[in-house]
């Protein structure tokens, strides 16, 4: 029988496909996000009935739900989505669990929601042009961007955090800490946001270098490049016969078949090779250095163990928000996820304090 939870999941899914269909410009999308919705209502009120709850206990969306649509209206719904897709796997399992329990048939349609929606799409008469664009979106660094701003605060926060107590305990919290926190900000920001640069940098030229090889293949060798076509064709289950027609009128326009060579062989959408390295590599600076500021701060004005109690209140409940803000993607509780977070980033920073005071010690006998 499905737990509460369940249809809390359900309820929170409708909605925030709800709001994406209300805020989507493209009617054909919004279609498809308001189909998703109504699967989605279906399914929580199956579960609802089979708990054999009165109708009036369906439970409305969460506070997790909320903040979301809150994030959306703030930063466009686009994140919105990328997080919501992350969420379909927890209800393809939460159905496939529920259906093995209670010994019911299992198809595609009910338990991979991913799937109902791509049935949505086949099925809609949507056109090819708004199927990339929605299938780009789908991809999208939505939730990605979320999760990156949430770890990269949370990276910041931990490592300058053990840092600062480290020196702390070693001077008792007087000269020399803020200068170690402050550049222990710069140093681990300016690594992230390096760091960050190659990484998007050197995949932008590993796919670029793969397309020109893809195209200087079709210029060659023409025949070779209609034989992938067709055979990705039949791969989908075309007749042999007409896939070799498609394949066949396909390459008589080499940018086209270029593409789409390029989508079904090698897996790359050229839509995401169009995103910044520099862009990349300077919110990824700006997150990490948000989270560091958090345990400098208090010694900017003050010394000595008030300004480590601080230090260490501060971060506690930085670390506290960090951890509920992980709720959005994992759907935990937030005080379980949030404590969580408080006692590991302490114990870390209780650790890097007392090496700091055992050295500290040495160093003054």
């Not at 090889?213 to 060798?221: D, G, T, W």
């Not at 560091?292 to 601080?310: E, N, R």
């Amino acid at each position: 029988m499905p737990d509460l939870k369940s249809i809390q999941t359900e309820v929170d899914a409708c909605f925030l496909y709800a709001k994406l269909a209300e805020n989507e410009e493209d009617k054909e999308v919004a279609s498809i996000f308001e189909q998703m919705s109504q699967i989605e209502k279906s399914h929580a009120a199956a579960f609802l009935e089979k708990t054999k709850l009165p109708p009036e206990a369906m439970p409305g969306p969460s506070f997790r739900a909320r903040t979301l649509n809150r994030i959306g209206k703030l930063f466009g719904y686009d994140y919105i989505l990328g997080v919501l897709m992350d969420t379909e796997k927890t209800l393809s399992n939460a159905i496939l669990v529920t259906k093995k329990k209670n010994q019911l048939p299992v198809t595609g349609s009910e338990t991979n929601h991913i799937k109902v929606l791509q049935n949505i799409i086949d099925n809609s008469r949507v056109s090819g042009s708004t199927i990339a664009r929605f299938e780009t979106r789908h991809r999208s660094v939505g939730g990605n961007a979320l999760r990156a701003a949430v770890l990269g605060g949370n990276d910041g926060l931990v490592s300058n955090f053990s840092l600062v107590m480290g020196v702390a305990g070693a001077t008792q919290g007087q000269q020399g800490v803020l200068l170690a926190g402050l550049a222990g900000l710069l140093a681990g920001a300016l690594s992230m946001a390096l760091g960050e640069w190659i990484s998007v940098k050197s995949s932008q030229e590993l796919y670029e270098n793969q397309m020109e090889i893809e195209m200087e293949e079709l210029q060659n060798s023409p025949e070779n490049e209609m034989k992938e076509l067709e055979l990705i064709y039949k791969a989908k289950g075309i007749p042999e016969a007409q896939a070799k027609e498609m394949a066949a009128e396909i390459i008589r326009n080499p940018a086209h078949a270029h593409e789409l060579l390029v989508k079904e062989e090698l897996g790359i959408n050229a839509e995401e090779l169009k995103g910044s390295a520099f862009e990349a590599a300077l919110y990824s600076f700006i997150l990490f250095a948000f989270g560091a500021i958090i345990p400098v701060f208090p010694f900017m004005f003050l010394t000595g163990t008030q300004a480590i109690l601080l230090s260490a209140g501060a971060s506690a409940v930085g670390l506290f928000i960090i951890g509920a803000a992980i709720t959005l993607f994992t759907g935990k509780s937030i005080w379980y996820s949030g404590f969580r977070q408080v006692i590991f980033g302490l114990a870390a920073a209780a650790i890097t304090f007392g090496i700091g005071k055992l050295i500290g010690v040495s160093v003054a006998g």
